[in-house]
Nanobody
Framework: VQLQASGGGLVQAGGSLRLSCAAS????????MGWFRQAPGKEREFVAA????????VYADSVKGRFTISRDGAKTTVYLQMNSLKPEDTAIYYC???????????????????WGPGTLVTVSS
């Protein structure tokens, strides 16, 4: 069971990036998935999550209205479209998966066994 994030890079403030998280080795089509990030010297924080069907999403207040989480038709790849990027969005972004997000997707994903290596996003001012 593997999750692989990609799409990070260097972008100027105000720009956009799209991150991808591809799942393999398991039946992730039925898993809820999400994104977290960790900036240098800071704790990991939740960014966004999506249910297995894609019908429900949740966002951190800091990214609401700028970031959009979605998943493909096969439901094995999750995307994070990031617009209007700010220098404070600079971080390593990680994707995670859980069998069910439940009533507290942040807590559920945080303790999940399914995490992928991160992808670095750097936003220059």
């Amino acid at each position: 069971v593997q999750l692989q994030a990609s799409g990070g890079g260097l972008v100027q403030a105000g720009g956009s990036l799209r991150l991808s998280c591809a799942a393999s080795g398991g039946t992730f089509s039925r898993y809820g998935m999400g994104w977290f990030r960790q900036a240098p010297g800071k704790e990991r924080e939740f960014v966004a999550a999506i249910t297995w069907s894609g019908a429900s999403t949740v966002y951190a207040d800091s990214v609401k209205g700028r970031f959009t989480i979605s998943r493909d038709g096969a439901k094995t790849t999750v995307y994070l479209q990031m617009n209007s990027l700010k220098p404070e969005d600079t971080a390593i972004y990680y994707c995670a998966a859980a069998r069910t997000l439940g009533s507290n997707p942040i807590a559920t994903l945080s303790v999940s066994s399914y995490w992928g290596p991160g992808t670095l996003v750097t936003v220059s001012s």
